[in-house]
């Protein structure tokens, strides 16, 4: 770091801003130094080392000098020594502040050579403070009469200072023969332990079977060359890594508890995952992981894990060829036969929507109902493209998504074309939920849950269907009764009806391709084993019961993802912007052309908007005035100081402080914000005006 460069100023009068030259190698040190004296009024220079101290002093006029002792160049022993015999210099306090030199002659030294103080790091702000006002009250009390070297004589200067080094060179001698001594005692008991290391690392570099060693945070420190030919990643490649980036499950927070509860119990958790490749792509492995126990056979209280993971692609492939064959030929020809003459159908019903929405231009009312159909024409496409990509396992469109909203407007068209007589009733969540799925495949298995309850309620008195959303956690009294469910929280949505329910010997059948519990010619058995196949490939689950009072209710669990992925800002359905009464948000970014005109947009939409430029003067803006500033949003990657820094002291100082985060960067850098909200640039001003009434409201 060069020299902090001041202009040349008159001396100083009592009642002027004291002017503190500090001095320090370590930036670290300079920055906290600094930061205390400013928020107390002085007036700061700073340097690195004695030599660049002297060149402030002789641009500069100082009141007072702050140094620690051990720098390059020129230390604060010579530091000092030179300023006490400049005609000048002589006269200003200087206050040796260090941690290195520590002893009673290093004090006295100090002194000697005209310090007014000696004080040791890390002193409080409240101390430190103390002594510099002390000092400069000192100074003019005393007409600017400080201490000056009592070591005239430069002979005797050189001899004392060669005695404080010879001193410490020679503590530091003393210690090394020490750790000599115990070297040399513990060589031969390395010999033999690494003598049966290198047996073990041989036996588990040779294994068929991937072997990966982790610390208990998940930090990966050793993988086997299987795992190498296994994964395609290289040793350099992951050690290092968090593991849980080779384990999309290992996100969930559930499933990372029920391994760690297993280890710490001295017990090895068993079960089945999907692994990452270094090509990105995944394969279905059975994992074991198993604790390190100590020489006494106890875990330790930070234990190394132990996975070992075996590829299952090759029996999953040959499960997935078995259930492919049965439904894929019927299906597949089914759906290819239907499919041209259906998009026929509803490319003549769009068009012909288009032009009767321009005729009734002046009449919102039609034009929002048959826009409405317009749109529900579009699903019913899209629901045809699904069905092909569901026999010729296509790939779906798997993203973040707002599961909640989803539901919300997927409901929101689907009441309306229901029988009039029907009671539709409707118990949203009013928590954010998010999962990752595919809109169109979520959109598809409500519909066709919905369609099955109203044909169910077909003939009953009072028909009613039921849909209920919550936030639904699977516990062990739960886990108990469903063991093919997996720790954790789930988006649970139920569908009920009060119809005829389900018999008994359908249950077992119910999601099986073309089976039906309709009459001939009113169903063609696909729909709910579709339901089936599209919460499967979102890893959820779905179950059938009757109820007490009459009917069936279906239930689907989706699970939910953490608020640090990411949140897709291209909802399926547009939402009403959410507007703000005025709320003060600082918004970080160090690209103007983004931050303009957010800024704008957010001032448009309601709420009082201070920008910064770089997460520095986001620290510096946020700590003046914390109560007033009632949201962040701030970019997550800038140069000097970036996001997550800015973060961490803003809640130094505010530990409730609400932050969003937006990037446009990709998951690899979010994997530092765990925990957080986070927006993906580019993004929709109904998104973002969601996730801030979200935060200001919660």
């Known amino acids: 770091?060069?020299?902090?460069?001041?202009?040349?100023?008159?001396?100083?009068?009592?009642?002027?801003?004291?002017?503190?030259?500090?001095?320090?190698?370590?930036?670290?040190?300079?920055?906290?130094?600094?930061?205390?004296?400013?928020?107390?009024?002085?007036?700061?220079?700073?340097?690195?080392?004695?030599?660049?101290?002297?060149?402030?002093?002789?641009?500069?006029?100082?009141d007072l000098i702050i140094s620690d002792i051990l720098m390059p160049e020129m230390d604060g022993y010579q530091l000092c020594h030179e300023c006490k015999r400049h005609p000048v210099w002589k006269h200003i306090p200087f206050i040796v502040y260090t941690a290195t030199y520590t002893a009673k002659e290093d004090e006295r030294f100090s002194l000697a050579l005209g310090a007014v103080r000696f004080l040791l790091k890390p002193a409080t702000p409240k101390v430190l403070l103390n002594e510099v006002k002390s000092v400069l009250a000192e100074w003019h009390e005393g007409a600017r009469q400080v201490a000056v070297c009592e070591i005239d004589d430069n002979a005797e200067y050189l001899k004392l200072y060669n005695e404080r080094l010879i001193h410490k060179l020679e503590d530091k001698l003393i210690e090394l023969e020490g750790k000599n001594r115990l070297l040399s005692e513990e060589l031969e008991l390395r010999k033999k332990a690494e003598s049966k290391a290198m047996l073990l690392l041989q036996a588990v570099e040779h294994a068929g079977e991937s072997v990966m060693i982790s610390d208990r945070r998940g930090v990966i420190e050793y993988v086997n060359p299987a795992f190498t030919a296994l994964t395609?990643?290289?040793?350099?490649?992951?050690?290092?890594?968090?593991?849980?980036?080779?384990?999309?499950?290992?996100?969930?927070?559930?499933?990372?508890?029920?391994?760690?509860?297993?280890?710490?119990?001295?017990?090895?958790?068993?079960?089945?995952?999907?692994?990452?490749?270094?090509?990105g792509s995944f394969y279905p492995a059975m994992m074991t992981v198993s604790p390190v126990l100590d020489q006494s056979g106890i875990v330790d209280a930070y234990p190394h894990i132990v996975s070992i993971h075996s590829d299952l692609s090759k029996l999953v492939d040959m499960e997935n060829r078995f259930y492919q064959a049965q439904k894929m030929d019927a299906l597949g020809t089914l759906v290819g036969g239907i499919a041209h003459d259906f998009n026929n159908m509803l490319a003549g019903m769009t068009c012909n929507l288009y032009m009767a929405r321009q005729k009734v231009k002046g009449l919102p009312d039609v034009e929002k109902k048959i826009a409405d159909v317009e749109k529900i024409s579009f699903r019913a496409a899209d629901m045809i493209r699904q069905m092909l990509s569901f026999a010729r396992k296509g790939d779906v469109a798997m993203k973040p998504l707002l599961f909640s909203s989803l539901v919300k407007e997927t409901l929101r068209f689907l009441g309306p074309i229901l029988p009039d007589n029907i009671d539709f009733r409707q118990h949203p969540c009013k928590e954010m939920l998010r999962v990752v799925g595919d809109a169109t495949q979520i959109h598809q298995v409500l519909m066709n849950l919905i369609n099955n309850a109203r044909d169910a309620v077909d003939g009953v008195n009072a028909p009613r269907i039921t849909v209920s959303m919550e936030s639904f956690t699977a516990d062990d009294s739960w886990m108990a009764a469903h063991p093919y469910f997996r720790c954790g929280t789930y988006a649970h949505v139920s569908v009920a009806d009060n119809g005829c329910g389900i018999k008994e010997d359908q249950m077992q059948h119910l999601f099986e391709p073309f089976f039906t519990t309709k009459q001939s010619g009113k169903g063609t058995g696909l729909g709910l084993a579709m339901v089936y196949g599209a919460i499967k490939m979102h890893r959820g689950f779905v179950e059938a019961e009757n109820n007490a009072e009459g009917g069936a209710t279906f239930h689907i669990y989706v699970p939910l993802v953490q608020a640090a992925d990411e949140v897709s800002a291209g909802p399926v359905f547009a939402e009403p912007v959410m507007t703000g009464q005025g709320e003060k948000i600082l918004l970080v970014d160090n690209q103007r052309?983004?931050?303009?005109?957010?800024?704008?947009?957010?001032?448009?939409?309601?709420?009082?908007?201070?920008?910064?430029?770089d997460g520095r003067e986001a620290i510096e803006l946020?700590?003046?005035?914390?109560?007033?500033?009632?949201?962040?949003?701030?970019?997550?990657?800038m140069p000097s100081v970036g996001g997550v820094e800015a973060a961490q002291a803003m809640r130094m100082v505010d530990p409730d402080a609400k932050i969003i985060f937006f990037t446009g960067y990709d998951a690899e850098v979010r994997h530092d914000v765990e925990g957080e909200i986070v927006l993906a640039k580019p993004f929709t001003i109904e998104a973002l005006s969601r996730l801030i009434r979200s935060e200001l409201d919660h």
């Open 593 to 613: 052309d983004i931050v303009e005109p957010v800024r704008e947009l957010l001032e448009m939409i309601g709420y009082t908007v201070q920008v910064a430029i």
């Open 622 to 637: 946020f700590s003046g005035q914390p109560s007033s500033i009632d949201l962040v949003i701030m970019d997550l990657v």
């Open 1 to 62: 770091m060069g020299i902090d460069f001041m202009t040349r100023i008159q001396p100083m009068t009592q009642d002027a801003k004291k002017r503190i030259l500090i001095v320090d190698d370590i930036e670290a040190n300079l920055f906290l130094l600094r930061f205390m004296l400013e928020k107390a009024g002085y007036q700061v220079c700073q340097a690195t080392n004695g030599v660049e101290a002297l060149k402030c002093l002789e641009l500069s006029a100082f």
């Open 232 to 279: 395609g990643f290289a040793s350099e490649d992951v050690v290092g890594q968090m593991a849980r980036h080779l384990d999309p499950e290992s996100r969930h927070g559930g499933f990372n508890k029920e391994i760690l509860d297993t280890i710490m119990h001295g017990e090895s958790w068993y079960g089945r995952i999907n692994q990452m490749k270094r090509d």
